[in-house]
Every structure is written in C-alpha cells, then in structure tokens.
C-alpha cells in the first residue's frame, strides 16, 4: 500500500488524489497487498477470522447491509450470518 500511495503522490500533479487517477494494475496491485496483510500473522485461526471479517464486510457493503441476500450470496444460514456480523462488530454495516 505504501508503495502506491508514493507513486501516487509522485504520479499526480494535482495536490489531491482522485479515484479517476488510479490505475487497474495499480488497483489490482493495492488488493494483492491487502490480502498479503491476512499472512502477516503466525497464526492461522487469526488470519483466517481476518479474512473472513474483511470478507462479510464487503459482502455486506455489496448488499447495503442487506442479511437476507448477503447470507444468501455466500452461502450461509442468515442465523450464522448474523452471529458472525455480531461477533465480528459489523453492526453498522446492516440495513437501517
């Protein structure tokens, strides 16, 4: 991620950085390191509940917060869904 908010900042003439100034590989290369972050624990339970965090949480944001669909979309019981947005503290994540 460093590494491409310094090219970025480099790369930009403009004093602030739009989403319209970031490249697909770039992008793709800033995703690559975000997921390296899931490793750069020793324990596979801890990683495994990052993962899975990030995971719901998006899942969620690509719903609106909606359980019904998300669990729906990732394969889970929406009983299991919420203990895990519980768990997890994902509550602002769910449909108002």
Wanted: no cysteine.
């Amino acid at each position: 991620m460093r590494k491409l908010t310094e090219r970025l900042v480099i790369m930009v003439p403009d004093k602030t950085i739009h989403a319209k100034n970031i490249q697909l590989p770039l992008y793709q290369e800033a995703e690559e390191k975000i997921s390296e972050s899931f490793l750069m624990t020793d324990s596979y339970k801890e990683a495994k509940n990052r993962f899975e965090k990030a995971f719901i949480a998006k899942k969620l944001r690509e719903f609106n917060g909606n359980i019904s669909q998300t669990a729906e979309a990732i394969g889970v019981e929406r009983s299991n869904l919420h203990k895990k947005i519980k768990a997890y503290g994902l509550d602002d994540f769910r449909s108002q």
